[in-house]
């Protein structure tokens, strides 16, 4: 199962409180990813930063928070709200270098970031091929 806590956590108590716990993380998870995703929108909106120059921040925001540990507290209390924005992705690069340096000495530095996010790039490269099927491209 893809999110095992998720599903599980109205089950197992079956009453009140285990449905008021999970719509907890639907909540978390939305007012985090939206506070993300607001930053990025002043961003965008008071300064001279391109989207793409704002969304390579957010992933060495996430790399950087994770490298040091406190990205990691912070994606347990939000959740999803942590995990799916772009500094989520750059924290999951951070913990894959850190778990491969350990394993494999210094060569997890170059194994460690494509390990642990191949398959969030691999999806992303696929999606973009099928979607390229489909689409037409144009120029601005």
Same mark, same amino acid.
């Given at each position: 199962?893809?999110?095992?806590?998720? +599903?599980?956590? !109205?089950? $197992? /108590?079956?009453?009140? *409180? =285990? *449905? /008021? %716990?999970?719509?907890?993380?639907?909540? #978390?998870?939305?007012?985090?990813?939206?506070? &993300?995703?607001?930053? !990025?929108?002043?961003?965008?909106?008071?300064? =001279?930063?391109?989207?793409?120059? &704002?969304?390579? @921040?957010?992933?060495?925001?996430?790399?950087?928070?994770?490298?040091? !540990? @406190?990205? %990691?507290?912070?994606? %347990?209390?939000? !959740?999803? =709200?942590?995990?799916?924005?772009? $500094?989520?992705?750059?924290?999951?690069?951070?913990?894959?270098? *850190?778990?491969?340096? #350990?394993? *494999?000495? +210094?060569?997890? &530095?170059?194994?460690?970031?494509?390990?642990?996010?191949?398959?969030?790039?691999?999806?992303?490269?696929? +999606?973009?091929?099928?979607?390229?099927?489909?689409? #037409?491209?144009?120029? #601005?």
């Amino acid at each position: 199962m893809i999110f095992p806590n998720l +599903f599980s956590i !109205g089950k $197992t /108590e079956g009453n009140k *409180k =285990g *449905k /008021e %716990e999970r719509d907890m993380i639907f909540i #978390k998870a939305f007012i985090f990813g939206g506070l &993300i995703c607001v930053i !990025g929108q002043l961003l965008i909106d008071l300064t =001279g930063l391109t989207p793409a120059k &704002i969304l390579v @921040l957010f992933v060495v925001l996430g790399v950087v928070l994770g490298a040091v !540990g @406190l990205y %990691e507290p912070f994606a %347990e209390f939000a !959740g999803s =709200g942590a995990n799916v924005p772009l $500094t989520g992705f750059g924290n999951l690069l951070a913990q894959g270098t *850190k778990n491969a340096v #350990k394993e *494999k000495g +210094f060569l997890g &530095i170059f194994y460690g970031p494509l390990s642990s996010g191949s398959v969030g790039i691999t999806a992303a490269f696929v +999606f973009g091929l099928i979607i390229s099927l489909f689409a #037409k491209s144009k120029s #601005k």
